[in-house]
């Protein structure tokens, strides 16, 4: 019922920098709230892992191997979460996905929603 379409993957460098985005859709449903926005990977051969999350109150959360490197932010009057990655490494490379959990409004109803977006690839190399 909430879709989320994400953006701004592509092929760069070490050391450069890309911006992802993921905007939260309810369709012909409204969303009332989502309580936490993130982004997770998933390297060939591996499982998908955290990257970094972040709630309401713009509590934030990041993998070790990303600290200080990523920032996550979020516009909550666009349902889109935002995730700023610079000094990028060949270990970054991944597909990258989009996930946000909340609240939306089904016929006066609030029924709780937990959505993931399509992937989006990022590549690293020299």
């Known amino acids: 019922q909430v879709q989320l379409v994400e953006s701004g993957g592509g092929l760069v460098q070490p050391g450069g920098s890309l911006r992802l985005s993921c905007a939260a859709s309810?369709?012909?449903?409204?969303?009332?709230?989502?309580?936490?926005m993130g982004w997770y990977r998933q390297a060939p051969g591996k499982q998908r892992e955290l990257v970094a999350t972040?709630?309401?109150?713009?509590?934030?959360n990041y993998a070790d191997s990303v600290k200080g490197r990523f920032t996550i932010s979020r516009d909550d009057a666009k349902n889109t979460v935002y995730l700023q990655m610079n000094n990028l490494k060949p270990e970054d490379t991944a597909i990258y996905y989009c996930?946000?959990?909340?609240?939306?409004?089904?016929?006066?109803?609030?029924?709780?929603?937990?959505?993931w977006g399509q992937g989006t690839q990022v590549t690293v190399f020299s």
């Open positions: 309810g369709g012909i449903f409204r969303i009332n709230a989502i309580s936490v």
């Open positions: 996930n946000a959990a909340g609240y939306y409004s089904d016929s006066g109803f609030h029924r709780p929603f937990g959505s």
């Open positions: 972040v709630t309401t109150d713009r509590t934030t």
